[in-house]
């Protein structure tokens, strides 16, 4: 059989804590949106400029919307989002969660393309579906982060959704681990 292989490089490097957004991203963003090029002709440019560019999730949002809905602006979040100084805006509601910007399917595409790691935001993981498989171990360590949170945190749960019901995951899952099961969890 024959076909495409095609896979999205994410660096591990990212801003350091003492870094700030640029004043010059917002130009970016005037370019953008007073030019003509197609969003191939915007994506190269990108591509050749995204090295020397921090950042904030705002100014991030601002350029993603200068591309259409889709594949283009998922380009756009995997070319940028280790450029991005406030990490846990941009992996939270108000951009990769914000429906206005991506949609559910491209959200579940930069899951595959990225990673469920990647995309975790550890500081605020409330109220934000993972749909996690347990035999990939990149997306049982997201569910196995998410149980050791709720140890440290008062009240703290991880929940399951199955079948239409809703129930908490395991306790035995603190002391013994996430099984490596061929399950897919959609947890909160």
Not at 44 to 66: D, G
Not at 86 to 112: C, H, K, Q, V, W
């Amino acid at each position: 059989s024959h076909g495409w292989l095609s896979f999205d490089y994410s660096s591990i490097r990212r801003p350091a804590g003492t870094e700030v957004a640029m004043p010059e991203a917002s130009e970016i963003t005037k370019f953008l949106k007073s030019n003509n090029y197609s969003a191939n002709a915007k994506l190269k440019a990108l591509r050749a400029i995204s090295t020397h560019l921090y950042m904030s999730a705002q100014q991030f949002k601002n350029v993603a919307l200068c591309f259409p809905e889709g594949v283009d602006r998922q380009d756009v979040f995997c070319l940028l989002h280790t450029r991005v100084v406030d990490p846990a805006n941009l992996l939270g509601p108000m951009t990769l969660y914000a429906p206005a910007i991506f949609s559910e399917a491209d959200r579940m595409a930069l899951f595959r393309r990225i990673g469920h790691l990647h995309l975790l935001n550890p500081l605020h993981p409330d109220h934000i579906p993972y749909l996690c498989r347990l035999a990939v171990y990149e997306e049982r360590r997201v569910v196995e982060l998410l149980v050791l949170l709720t140890m440290h945190e008062a009240g703290g749960r991880v929940l399951r959704h199955v079948a239409g019901s809703v129930g908490v995951v395991p306790a035995s899952w603190v002391g013994k681990g996430v099984p490596c099961e061929d399950m897919v969890l959609d947890v909160t």
